[in-house]
């Protein structure tokens, strides 16, 4: 058996502690000069390398979900805005609906406050057909409303038909751009400088969008811009109502008469006309 040796296990404690001393006074000088030693490098190097192989992923996988949950986010973000276009484009839609609306019932007020010396009766229009577009639309006034045949119906301040049949409540209005040849033709009166001429609507021309009068009395000359209105002769409307301006005056085809131009104050073929203004009769009395 070998016998223990004091001296040398305390030989080599020296050894070890001597060199962990140098260790220790080489890497607080190499760190005094902001260098490492190569160990530490080693382990500092390894433990780097580990870092970014066991972050890479990490970052990776995290970097995705951001994306991801970026592009949700933007998803609803557009899904938002666009409800909010639809709702924008639809109330902006209602705000001109409300508009037209608007103007349009000022336009009847205005006229109605001119016909201060008849009885009104304000009615809608609930169908207009597109193939009789220019001769018929149908509103909602009828016998229950005192509406009788050959009432004049007037819009946007001007004529525009007469009343040609009644239900109970709704009434057919014959417009003034129909082709009926036996409907329609108004007395009128025409007002000048050089005086009153009197004749009777005859057709609406396509081509010039004006009302025609014809059959004239009077020699008296007829002016561009001169005012139409109702006569009253006929019986069957009263006077005053207000028609339209002179446009333009020709002979007729056959050069023995004149023929009178007018633009119409209403829209006659616009699809503005949503409320109408019937003529009763004048007020007390009848027409």
């Known amino acids: 058996m070998k016998k223990f ?4 296990n305390i030989i080599i404690t020296l050894i070890l502690v001597i060199i962990v001393v140098i260790v220790i006074s080489l890497t607080a000088a190499q760190r005094a000069g902001g260098k490492n030693n190569i160990v530490q490098s080693a382990v500092n190097d390894g433990v780097g390398l580990i870092d970014k192989m066991i972050s890479a992923p990490a970052k990776a996988v995290a970097g995705s979900l951001g994306s991801l949950t970026d592009l949700f986010n933007t998803y609803d973000e557009n899904q938002r805005l666009k ?6 484009n639809e109330l902006a839609i209602q705000n001109d609906n409300y508009k037209k609306e608007i103007e349009e019932l000022k336009g009847e007020l205005a006229l109605n406050e001119t016909l201060t010396d008849y009885e009104k009766v304000t009615a809608n229009v609930v169908s207009r057909s597109p193939d009789t577009w220019q001769d018929i639309m149908i509103v909602d006034k009828g016998s229950a409303d005192g509406i009788e045949v050959n009432m004049a119906v007037l819009a946007q301040k001007g004529l525009i038909g007469r009343v040609i049949e009644v239900n109970t409540l709704s009434s057919k209005v014959e417009l003034l751009t129909s082709k009926n040849q036996n409907s329609n033709h108004f007395p009128i009166r025409i007002s000048s400088e050089a005086g009153d001429s009197y004749g009777l609507l005859k057709e609406f ?64 073929y616009g699809n503005g006309i949503s409320v109408v203004t019937i003529i009763q009769r004048s007020a007390g009395g009848n027409e």
């Open 5 to 8: 040796n004091p001296n040398k």
């Open 83 to 88: 409800t909010k276009i639809d709702s924008y």
């Open 205 to 268: 021309n396509d081509k010039e969008q004006a009302l025609v009068a014809t059959q004239l009395t009077g020699d008296a000359e007829i002016t561009v811009g001169s005012v139409v209105q109702t006569s009253g002769l006929g019986g069957n409307s009263p006077a005053n109502l207000p028609i339209g301006t002179v446009e333009k005056v020709e002979p007729d085809q056959y050069g023995l008469d004149r023929e009178v131009y007018v633009k119409p104050y209403a829209s006659l």
